[in-house]
């Protein structure tokens, strides 16, 4: 069934979710701090408007993709001032900590809330493969449930708010993990003077083969284009999400703690707009090598 839908955050995931939902047939009210952002989906079928709450006044579902933690809060307390509002769906990463605070005070105006993060990348979000990690009241996830399904494959994971986001931080803990070790195997073997597209076909035909392997390298890091889409700085805010949770919830994370100083390095020496392949500059810099296409010899 089509429905109205509010979308604020409009990115590199947000976009593409909105188109996917309105060639589903619903009808979309965006809006962003990037106004020429929700302009350009108003070419596409979407309604644009001016500010959260106008979003909130004109949707019974309000779903958002925002950068972090704060921005979803602020979010949620203009959405909270919207006169048709019932639901807020939270595609971003956010963590659990604060989806239980904006739950607690979305549920002081009636708002449902209920987590979504999803996995998969650009191109999950444009082809519709994302993995969709759901948590909330299993009534309103039942009404949502269809347009959801035009964004990926859903994972309802429970019922207590901010489940869903234990579990996508848990997610990416092994995806930057993956890319971070991936870059220190690989440098390695550049240095050695091993051609690191040899060492990726190795690496994908034999047991050392991970997301990174498989999709980030011979993407964005041989040919060195550094564009997969995904930035540093959130990255990063993910790490250190994870790091909250497991010391909120008292587990161990070790490697994870590595993995998080690495990517803080790159935040501070690419900056946090820079795109999170560029992690393997970390481990270049330090060897004196360069991962990159090998120059035909002759
Ligand atoms: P992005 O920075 O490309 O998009 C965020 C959008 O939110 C931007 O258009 C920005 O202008 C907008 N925005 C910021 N503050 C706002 C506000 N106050 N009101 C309205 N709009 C506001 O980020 P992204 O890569 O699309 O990621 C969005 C979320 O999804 C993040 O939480 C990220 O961790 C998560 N995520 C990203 C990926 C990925 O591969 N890019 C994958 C999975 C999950």
């Given at each position: 069934m089509a429905h109205e839908i509010g979308f604020i955050g409009l990115g590199n995931m947000g976009t593409p979710m909105v188109r996917r939902l309105i060639a589903a047939g619903h009808r979309l009210i965006v809006t962003d701090v990037r106004p020429e952002t929700a302009r350009a989906l108003e070419a596409e079928g979407a309604r644009a408007v001016g500010s959260a709450k106008e979003v909130a006044d004109a949707a019974e579902t309000v779903m958002v993709s925002l950068p972090f933690p704060k921005v979803v809060e602020e979010v949620a307390a203009a959405v909270a001032?919207?006169?048709?509002?019932r639901r807020f769906v939270d595609l971003s990463t956010t963590g659990s900590i604060t989806s239980q605070r904006v739950a607690a005070m979305l549920a002081t105006k009636g708002i449902v809330h209920l987590d979504s993060p999803v996995s998969g990348g650009i191109a999950g979000a444009v082809n519709g493969t994302l993995a969709v990690m759901v948590s909330g009241p299993r009534a309103d996830y039942d009404l949502i449930q269809d347009a959801l399904g035009q964004i990926g494959k859903l994972f309802?994971?429970?019922?207590?708010?901010?489940i869903a986001q234990t579990m996508k931080l848990a997610n990416n803990l092994l995806s930057a993990t993956a890319l971070a070790a991936t870059s220190e195997a690989v440098v390695m073997g550049v240095k050695a003077g091993i051609d690191p597209a040899v060492m990726i076909d190795v690496i994908n035909t034999g047991s050392g083969r991970n997301s990174a392997s498989q999709d980030k390298f011979p993407r964005s890091i041989l040919p060195r284009?550094?564009?997969?889409?995904?930035a540093t700085g959130l990255l990063y805010k993910d790490l250190k999400l994870c790091m909250e949770e497991a010391e909120a919830l008292g587990t161990q994370m070790w490697v994870g703690m590595a993995v998080k100083q690495m990517y803080q390095l790159c935040n501070n020496l690419h900056g946090a707009g820079s795109d999170f392949t560029e992690i393997v500059k970390v481990p270049e810099a330090w060897a004196g090598v360069e991962v990159g296409p090998v120059p035909k010899k002759g």
């Open positions: 001032e919207g006169s048709r509002v309802f994971i429970g019922e207590k708010t901010g284009t550094f564009d997969f889409g995904f």
